[in-house]
């Protein structure tokens, strides 16, 4: 199978863990930076690279504040996973409505103690993935939920200040389980970033590379302002079983792939009311969707599409 990164950009030789520290910036930390300069990070530089015109401008734009850059795909991107997706479920019958998915936390901090997260917080945090995944703060039972099976620590000032520097490194130690296992690693990712995930249409051509990456802040209780509800987990985790962002392809169609999530021109911040920047298709903008950028206390729901969407890219290529 041939990752949609490799046939976009045949030759090139970039990672798969360039893909998943992308640089994308916070809301206000970007606009204060150069807004026409290229965010940094090898992802989008990467993409920007290999994107088509239009792509390269919604990638550089002034105003990409965000959770991560790992689930920013250009359309054609979208579209190849999808057809992925497509191909694999040709071979299915109809994806089973529910799974436990197994997860193992890496916890890695710094000498000083930064980071050293508690089992408790971590089991917390499982339990914000299970309760989000379960409709338990608003939208749908997805039907997927996850299992605390093993914590991994890791004491490591380079690895815990500098993550992406050393994720090829820290993944091949520390990443348990196949394809169905999640991995979520906590560090410290710096002001920029909360999180990063791959996508299930990765594993097979980077099966180590596979898992998702959080702040160690973005945990419940972390301490992150306004991103401190667990939810960078539960966002990200929702790339990892396939789920674009809410805002994937603007206004135009296919959106995010998904039939009951409005179509959305950009991604929202904050908590916008009433927000309908598509206003020619149906609904206001899904700000509360846990696929969408907007503060943690604003998102509390996936749709039963999302759930659907999940449970056909567990069945194609993680169950
Ligand atoms: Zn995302």
Not at 15 to 29: E, I
Not at 100 to 125: F, K, N, W, Y
Request: with cysteine; proline share 5%.
């Amino acid at each position: 199978m041939t990752s949609t990164r490799r046939a976009l950009c045949s030759g090139r030789a970039g990672t798969v863990g360039g893909l998943l520290l992308s640089g994308l910036a916070l809301a206000g930390l970007v606009l204060t930076a150069a807004p026409e300069a290229p965010a940094e990070g090898a992802d989008r530089a990467d993409r920007a690279e290999c994107a088509p015109t239009d792509a390269r401008a919604r990638l550089t734009g002034p105003a990409e504040p965000g959770r991560d850059g790992s689930g920013t795909l250009t359309p054609e991107q979208a579209a190849e996973y999808d057809r992925m997706l497509r191909d694999a479920a040709v071979h299915q019958s109809a994806p089973a409505k529910r799974a436990t998915v197994p997860v193992v936390v890496h916890v890695i901090s710094a000498e000083d103690g930064s980071g050293r997260l508690s089992r408790a917080t971590v089991e917390e945090q499982v339990d914000v993935l299970n309760t989000a995944f379960g409709g338990g703060y608003g939208g749908a039972d997805t039907g997927i939920r996850f299992r605390l099976t093993r914590i991994t620590r890791t004491v490591d000032d380079a690895w815990f200040s500098d993550f992406s520097a050393h994720e090829d490194a820290a993944k091949e130690r520390l990443r348990r389980g196949g394809a169905g296992t999640l991995n979520l690693y906590t560090a410290d990712l710096g002001e920029g970033v909360l999180g990063a995930s791959t996508f299930p249409q990765e594993y097979a051509d980077h099966p180590d590379a596979d898992g998702v990456v959080v702040d160690h802040r973005s945990v419940p209780g972390g301490g992150r302002e306004k991103f401190d509800h667990g939810f960078t987990a539960v966002h990200e985790t929702g790339h990892w079983l396939g789920l674009y962002h809410t805002f994937q392809n603007g206004c135009e169609k296919p959106g995010d792939y998904v039939g009951d999530t409005p179509a959305e021109a950009e991604q929202a911040a904050g908590c916008p009311e009433g927000r309908d920047t598509c206003a020619d298709q149906a609904g206001d903008d899904p700000v509360t969707n846990f696929m969408n950028y907007s503060d943690d206390p604003c998102m509390d729901r996936f749709t039963r599409g999302q759930g659907r969407r999940m449970a056909e890219h567990w069945a194609a290529f993680r169950a």
